[in-house]
Antibody
């Protein structure tokens, strides 16, 4: 079965850190570009960042609101991508989705909720 | 960054109505325009890629068109399961989404 499964969400204080994981199955993970997209409750979708495949030098890119604070990595042997989030702010509170991009975001995980609050 | 806008932000329609949603990009994005459907509490579902290519399993009542900066999504005969929020998204550069159009029951 083709799927992505996120984990690692939870409650964290402002200024804290959290690392999300996204495990893949059912498709050729190593050749895929993986993205993170987040959604504040009741609001729209915001692109967080992406990591490309080994063939594309594992190139990463980030949205302006998270640049310098978030880092995306991947482990092709474990078929897992990670989102390291540092210096978290209350406005980072959202559901974080992992998604694969081919022509569009064609595979989505169910998401994991990150709540940044004191 | 490329900004995406959608209109209307919401609409009320009846089953059987023809519905059109407009998406506009702040610059030319060629054919790199995709559409998603999201129901409350659910994951976004990919509908259409590259302006007009329906994803597998998407009903033919959905269609889309456009070029350059202006794009439309049309539902020819609205069904009960189509009440949802629709997002456009450009993949010409770093991805950005439109703010969404909520289609509600009239």
């Amino acid at each position: 079965e083709v799927q992505l499964v996120e984990s690692g969400g939870g409650l964290v204080q402002p200024g804290g850190s959290l690392k999300l994981s996204c495990a893949a199955s059912g498709f050729t993970f190593s050749e895929s570009a993986l993205h993170w997209v987040r959604q504040v409750s009741g609001k729209g979708l915001e692109w967080v960042g992406r990591i490309r495949s080994k063939a594309n030098n594992y190139a990463t890119a980030y949205g302006e609101s998270v640049k310098g604070r978030f880092t995306i990595s991947r482990d092709d042997l474990k078929k897992t991508t990670y989102l390291q989030m540092n210096s978290l702010k209350t406005e980072d509170t959202a559901v974080y989705y992992c998604t694969r991009h081919l022509d569009l975001f064609d595979i989505w995980g169910l998401g994991t909720l990150v709540t940044v609050s004191s | 960054d490329i900004q995406m806008t959608q209109s209307p932000s919401s609409l009320s329609a009846s089953v059987g109505d023809r519905v059109t949603i407009t998406c506009r990009a702040s610059q030319n994005i060629n054919n790199y325009l995709n559409w998603y459907q999201q129901k409350p509490g659910k994951v976004p579902k990919p509908l259409i890629s590259s302006v007009s290519s329906l994803q597998s399993g998407v009903p033919s009542r959905f269609s889309a068109s456009g070029s350059g900066t202006d794009f439309t999504l049309t539902i020819s005969s609205l069904q009960p399961e189509d009440f949802a929020t629709y997002y456009c998204q450009q993949s010409y550069s770093f991805p950005t989404f439109g703010p969404g159009t909520k289609v509600e029951i009239k």
